[in-house]
């Protein structure tokens, strides 16, 4: 229970690797925001956090919208308090082939995983600042560091996020704001069958086939779990990890050595 009496932001955090982040900060003792566009999911999620004893609320937030993300923030700090934490989780995987025209897909992926990750850290930082204690985790991927093809947006978005991360680090670590990524590998969620079932169809593979070779290429024998992703952030916001800023760590079972 080491994060007793400060509050935390997930976003995107109705469902997958947000949720299970959501349902580990509750476990650690903090009082959580479960954020999401889906407004219903994320109250499915906070009312289950309440039920197992945590102190947490959903919010309908769209992280692209300025407005939206200042008015969100204002209610959820005059319910749970000042946030201390903030995991900018919110993501979206759209296939953009080069020679596609994809521009819609690229300002999307541009917009939720950069623009939404500062529009976040902007309204959030000036709390922490004024506590003298915060923590922004990013998520990245494995895909900011390797590229497969026909993931253009996707890759440029989570390579941005760890500069993103650098940056921030250096300019709130004067404040005591540790600001870290966390690069998941092949997590088994909604995001992770979508991009399989794209391949398959893409290249006439038998269904399932793709997550099931995936798997079997970790060194670790497994695809990850949600829960594996909210473990790491559980590090980053512990008083364990209070040396430790401007980092990215991979969490992938092995498939990839940074
Ligand atoms: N699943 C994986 O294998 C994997 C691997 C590497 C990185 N990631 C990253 O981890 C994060 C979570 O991935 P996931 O697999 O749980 O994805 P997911 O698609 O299951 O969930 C993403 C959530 O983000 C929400 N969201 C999307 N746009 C939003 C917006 N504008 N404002 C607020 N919420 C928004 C969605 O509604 C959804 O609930 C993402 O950033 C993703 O890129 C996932």
Known sequence: MGLQGKAALVTG????IGAAIAARLAQDGAAVAVIDI??????????????????????????TDRENVAEGMGSVAAELGPPHILVNNAGVYRS?????????SWDLSMDVMLKGVVVMAQEAA???????????????????SVAYGDDLAYCTAKSGVLGL????????AKHNVCVNAICPGSILTTMLEQVGQAVEK????????????????????????PEDIGSAVSFFCSEDSSY?????LHVNGGIYQS
């Not at 953009?96 to 819609?104: A, G, I, R, V, Y």
């Not at 000036?126 to 900011?144: D, E, K, Q």
């Not at 430790?244 to 990215?248: A, E, F, L, V, W």
């Open 13 to 16: 955090a109705a469902q997958g």
């Open 38 to 63: 889906n407004a219903e999911k994320a109250e499915e999620v906070a009312a289950a956090l309440r039920s197992g004893g945590a102190r947490a609320m959903s919010a309908a937030i769209d992280v």
């Open 96 to 104: 953009t082939p080069l020679l596609d025209d994809s521009s819609e």
């Open 126 to 144: 000036p709390h922490m600042i004024r506590a003298g204690w915060g923590r922004i985790i990013n998520l990245g991927s494995m895909m900011s």
């Open 165 to 172: 991360t650098r940056s921030l680090a250096a300019e709130l």
């Open 202 to 225: 893409r290249d006439g593979l038998e269904t399932g086939s793709w997550l099931q070779k995936r798997a079997g290429e970790i060194p670790l024998g497994r695809l990850g779990l």
């Open 244 to 248: 430790i800023t401007g980092q990215s």
